[in-house]
Every structure is written in C-alpha cells, then in structure tokens.
C-alpha cells in the first residue's frame, strides 16, 4: 500500500507529526510518500527551515520518503499546485492521497469536486468568478447541503477539493485517505496551533510559544531562524522593477507590479497591509516572488508537463530504498543540470540562492547536499 501526501511543513508541527504516525498505525505495511515544497510555499514565503531539514522531519515522524515539488509550482495557485502534487505521486506509485480532514468521508470532496467542475463549464458561472470567491460564487450558483457549505469554510478542505478535481481530471488512480485533523481542545492532550501561527510567532521572535506545539527535532531548529526577510525583499523588488522590463510576460496582472511600487515601495506600507478584494495576501506574495525569481507563466504551465519525470529524492528512510530501485531516481545534483530537466534543476538552485539572500539561516548548496538517508 502506497500513500502519498502533499505537503509544506512549514514549519512540521504536532499536527504534522499525528497525521503520519496514525498512517502508520493504521497500516503498518504501507510506504508513506512526501511530494514537499522546496524553500518557498505555496504562499510565495520563503520557508522558515530549508527543505533538507523539514524532509528530515517528516522521516524522523514516519515518512519513509521524501521529493520535492519544484519550484514554478510549489508557489502557483492551488490548481497547478494540486494538479502537480497528485501527478508526482502517481509517477512514483502511489495509490493513495492522504489529507488533513474536517469530514472524514472521501464521496464528501468527490462530489462536491464533481459540482464545482461542472459549474466551472458554463461560461456564466466563470464571469461570477471574476467577481465573488469560489466558495460565495457557488452557494449563489448551486445548492448545497451544510456539509458541503462547511467544507467550503476550510481553507485546507478547499485545498483537498483542488486534490480531488485534478484526480478527476486526469483520471488519476488514487483514492482518497483523510485522516481527521486535530484541533486544541483534542481528547489527546496534544498541542495544536497552525504553522501560519507558528510562522507568525517566528516573524515576531517568539518562538518559545511554539515549544509545546511541536516534535522537539522540530522545534531545536525553528527556534534558531530569523524569519524577518520583508526588507531584503523589498531591495530585490526595486531592482527587479528599475532595471527588468519582463513583468508582462511574468504576470497574468501586470498592474500588481505597479500596485507593489507604489504602496510598498513609494508610501512605504507593509506588505501585509497591502491586500484587498482583487489582490489577496497570498497572490500578491507569489507574483512578488516570482517576479524577483524572473519567473513567466509559461515556466509554470511548461513545467506541468515535466513534473512526472522529476523525482529528486531529499531523504528517506533506509529500509525504503529498495522500494526506489525501479524509478529513475536523481540523487546527484549535478548530474540533474545535464539532463533533459535542467531547467527545473537550475530553478532549485536558485530558489535555495535566493531563500540564503532573504534569511540569516543560510540552507546548504544543491551543489553539494546529498539525499538524507535516516
């Protein structure tokens, strides 16, 4: 039995750490796959630990394997990145995907991924998009029983659904495995706060409020970083805008590059402040970053079609090797820069390049880290 998860673990947490070990008390035999985001999240934020590091945490809490997930589409919108973790793990064998759940009844996301996917056909329904949030555009559009409305409210149930419709539309064979996520009030006794918590308590230097919250392999590390990274940021950014005429090419909305400038740069706002009803948050973050990466749409959508073949290795655990003998496993970087996917090998390398120029903790070279072997 094989199980995939797509995750950030950004920062791994006592969540994190519960969802693996029930996976494998639950079954014991399974091998448990990691397609992980590589030293930026989904959100465009560079990582508070570097990718080596939090792989080594997923191992140490039952993991037996962990791949990257590149760049362009660890930082694209939840679509592409679903649409890229689901085929990743199905490339390397995995029959199931596993999630964080509120509801823990699989036909629960499939069908409402089969009424988002038939409403997203009529062309009405898209122009509501422009206007409204998925989750308010559909209860205008559809009924929906209360479960549905609920899994609607769930940020990370949103994101099993973009899961879920990527199966759907690729005809995926994997089946669905939600393990229930714990909240603060558990029957455990276990300590529960978000990573966007922990991030947060990490900006402010306070990460001593995260020790309990947190395996202590975890914990050692995250309280060492400096996550405090805006004003280099800001550096790069007026650079990019002074000198780089491609922001056209890069940008579905070129105007946010106009609208970054003036807020952040001209009236010196804080990047948090800047979001509204057209950019939020974690947009404006992701085309910030990818225009300082110098990264174009075609990038993202070129890269769809190579991320089956991409099985860069970050750890694993060493009675999990023979399980890897039949893919075509990249171990060495260097020999990554001379294959047919040296454009997403030269895209990691600079991810780690600039994640070192953003924060203190400087993460070791592709050059020269090796896979993780516990």
């Known amino acids: 039995m094989i199980i995939g998860v797509i995750a950030e673990y950004n920062p791994f947490h006592n969540g994190h750490y519960y969802h693996l070990q029930k996976l494998k008390k639950t079954y014991p035999e399974s091998k448990i796959l990691i397609c992980m985001v590589g030293h930026f999240s989904q959100r465009g934020e560079p990582t508070i630990l570097d990718k080596w590091t939090r792989a080594g945490c997923a191992i140490q809490a039952g993991a037996d394997m ?13 679509e592409s990145y679903a649409q890229a973790g689901t085929l990743l793990l199905k490339s390397l064998g995995a029959q199931y995907l596993s999630f964080g759940s509120e509801f823990p009844d699989p036909k629960s996301y499939l069908n409402l991924a089969r009424k988002i996917m038939k409403a997203k056909e009529d062309l009405d329904f898209q122009g509501l998009l422009k206007q409204a949030s998925l989750p308010r555009a559909l209860q205008t559009w559809i009924d929906l029983s209360k479960e549905e409305q609920a899994i609607l409210q769930s940020p990370n149930d949103i994101l099993a659904l973009e899961y879920c419709q990527a199966i759907l539309n690729f005809g995926l064979d994997l089946n ?53 990274y805006e004003a280099k940021l800001k550096q790069l950014f ?14 579905q909305d070129p105007g946010i590059n106009h609208y970054l400038y003036k807020n952040w740069v001209v009236e010196n706002r804080p990047l948090k402040d800047l979001s509204t009803k057209k950019y939020t948050q974690a947009r404006l973050q ?57 454009n997403i090998y030269q895209m990691s390398l600079k991810e780690t390049i600039l994640r070192n120029l953003l924060l203190e903790n400087q993460a070791p070279s592709d050059y020269t880290k090796s896979p993780l072997i516990l």
């Open 286 to 342: 992701r085309d910030l970053v990818h225009l300082v990466f110098d990264l174009s749409l075609k990038d993202q959508k070129d890269l769809l079609t190579q991320v089956q073949d991409y099985h860069r290795l970050l750890a694993a655990r060493k009675n999990s090797l023979t399980y890897l003998r039949p893919y075509k496993l990249q171990t060495r970087f260097v020999k990554g820069l001379d294959s047919s996917l040296s």
């Open 238 to 251: 007026i650079y990019n805008h002074h000198f780089h005429q491609s922001q056209g090419r890069i940008l």
């Open 176 to 228: 669905l495995l939600p393990i229930p996520r714990l909240h603060q009030d558990n029957p455990y006794k276990i300590f529960i706060h978000s990573a966007s918590q922990l991030r947060k308590w990490a900006q402010s230097q306070d990460q001593e409020k995260g020790i309990q919250s947190m395996p202590s392999f975890s914990y050692l590390p995250y309280k060492e970083t400096d996550f405090s």
């Open 66 to 78: 962990v791949f990257e997930l590149p760049f362009a589409l660890a930082t694209s919108k939840a």
